[in-house]
């Protein structure tokens, strides 16, 4: 957010927050790429009580660099609760702004210098797979085609001109998480990042989408099931009819002012 004279607060602590189920492969070299890349930011492993000691790795990481932090959750409750409770733990610590990044791989750490510089005049950063530039490698014709084609549906039906809704690469700047109300979010999956990307264009935030070349994990299985893109489909659906109701609603009631000019 900016102040009144528009400009915007520097951002100088980074929490970098990496939510894990059974990725004890995969999490030691994400880290070790974040902190190649981002050597000033801190990490935060978000651990759902992982059956193969994801969570007791993650304290070996930690216990050897003061940058990597852990929190260790009960259970597996979805991305969408643990973001939220990586968020709440940030705020709570004063950071400046506060990252997503999945711990698959997926989000290759060279993009981080990029798109902790553009938040410097963002409210929000989207590593993008949909803007020019952006690509997504070894996935199958069927996963592409999904993924592109839904966040066609989410631009159409919502009226937003964010290319990659579905994004799960982010930066948010502590001020705009404050800003779209966080205590009312209950999405999870891919739906968790449409619904803090609309609530983000609502607020007016701003919004800059960084092109990043996503690639399909090499380590360990997919948790993209049926019931994440359901859910996603669903409330998406329900959000758009209520967008355009409201702006039917909104027509309708300057037309009747117009009448009684």
Not at 75 to 83: H, Q, R, S, T, V
Not at 163 to 179: E, K, N, Q
Request: proline share 3%; net charge negative.
């Amino acid at each position: 957010m900016s102040d009144a004279t528009g400009t915007r607060e520097p951002v100088r602590r980074v929490l970098i927050c990496i939510p894990t189920y059974n990725e004890r492969e995969n999490l030691p070299l994400v880290v070790a790429g974040v902190r190649e890349h981002a050597p000033e930011a801190d990490i935060l492993v978000l651990d759902d009580n992982s059956p193969d000691g994801t969570g007791a790795l993650a304290d070996e990481l930690a216990a050897a660099d003061e940058h990597v932090h852990v929190l260790h959750r009960a259970g597996k409750e979805g991305l969408g609760m643990a973001y939220l409770a990586g968020f709440d733990w940030g705020l709570e610590r004063g950071y400046d702004a506060i990252m997503e990044m999945d711990a698959d791989g997926s989000h290759q750490p060279k993009y981080l210098p990029a798109m902790i510089a553009a938040i410097a005049d963002a409210d929000v950063v989207i590593g993008s797979r949909y803007v020019r530039g952006g690509s997504v490698v070894n996935w199958p014709a069927s996963r592409k085609a999904l993924s592109m084609g839904g966040n066609l549906y989410i631009r159409m039906i919502l009226g937003m001109g964010v290319r990659d809704a579905t994004a799960g690469f982010r930066v948010y700047r502590a001020s705009a998480l404050r800003t779209i109300g966080l205590e009312q979010v209950a999405s999870q999956g891919y739906c968790f990042q449409t619904d803090l990307t609309v609530r983000a264009v609502r607020a007016g935030l701003k919004i800059v989408e960084v092109p990043i070349e996503f690639v399909e994990r090499e380590i360990g299985a997919s948790k993209m099931n049926n019931d994440i893109v359901k859910e996603s489909m669903a409330r998406v659906t329900r959000w758009g009819i209520e967008h355009r109701t409201g702006q039917v609603k909104k027509l309708v009631k300057r037309e009747a002012q117009w009448e009684k000019l």
